[in-house]
């Protein structure tokens, strides 16, 4: 089954905390890993992204933990602000038979970061 | 330049008549996707356009749901005899690739969606 499983489904963090999310996959053809972040009433944009070769990428406060073994993938958001408050969702892509790529998304984690 | 955009952005209808809904990708992107994302659920995968045909319908939940794209541009998404469960945001995303070029080149970009409400 194409599967990607997220955690948790919601998240309180103080201001300047950690955000953590958690991401578990089954099928090892997955090939590239996406976050996405969603404000409310908008669209997921593209937050970070990682290759299965890499086991940890960081843009600015937020990085991508990668165990490849476990099937496991991580968003870290570092200092956590207000301003993060969002939708994160994680994805996984599989090139699939006929040479395209398909997203398989995670259920969404919601995030509230207080003041 | 310009994203993708969707209309309307909100739509209400009675149960039982049909809906379209509009997306427009960004200029060039040959792919085209369609999910559907219920209160407080994920992303769930309607349909995918490479130019004008669909290969993957795979999505669809009903004969109800149909969807075209014309000229390898705009896409419609149509729900005939709309019923409550269909209530919703419909999100339009769109890809400069489709193909196995490279899966950063597959990055999707999202439009703003259209909340459906069936009464």
């Known amino acids: 089954q194409q599967q990607v499983k997220q955690s948790p489904q919601s998240l309180i963090v103080q201001k300047g905390g950690i955000s953590i999310i958690n991401c578990a996959y089954e099928?090892?053809?997955?090939?590239?890993f996406p976050w996405y972040q969603q404000f409310p009433g908008k669209g997921p944009a593209l937050l970070i992204a990682i290759r299965p070769d890499v086991s940890e990428k960081k843009e600015g406060r937020f990085t991508i933990s990668f165990n490849k073994s476990a099937k496991q993938f991580s968003l870290h958001i570092m200092d956590s602000q207000p301003g993060d408050s969002a939708t994160y969702f994680c994805a996984a892509l599989r090139l699939t038979t006929s040479g395209t790529y398909k997203y398989i998304f995670g259920t969404g984690t919601r995030l509230k970061v207080l003041a | 330049g310009a994203g993708v955009s969707q209309s309307p952005s909100n739509k209400v209808t009675e149960k039982g008549k049909d809906v379209e809904l509009r997306c427009d990708p960004i200029s060039g992107h040959t792919a085209l996707y369609w999910y559907r994302q219920s209160l407080g659920q994920g992303l769930e995968f309607l349909i995918y356009?490479?130019?004008?045909?669909?290969?993957?319908k795979s999505g669809l939940p009903s004969d109800r749901f149909s969807a075209e794209r014309t000229g390898g541009s705009v896409s419609t998404l149509t729900i005939q005899r709309t019923q409550q469960e269909d209530s919703a945001v419909y999100l339009c995303?769109?890809?400069?690739?489709?193909?196995?070029?490279?899966?950063?080149?597959?990055?999707?970009?999202f439009g703003p969606g259209t909340r459906l409400t069936v009464l």
């Open positions: 356009f490479q130019g004008n045909s669909a290969p993957d």
């Open positions: 099928n090892t053809a997955f090939d590239y």
């Open positions: 995303a769109s890809s400069s690739a489709w193909s196995h070029i490279s899966p950063r080149d597959n990055e999707q970009f």
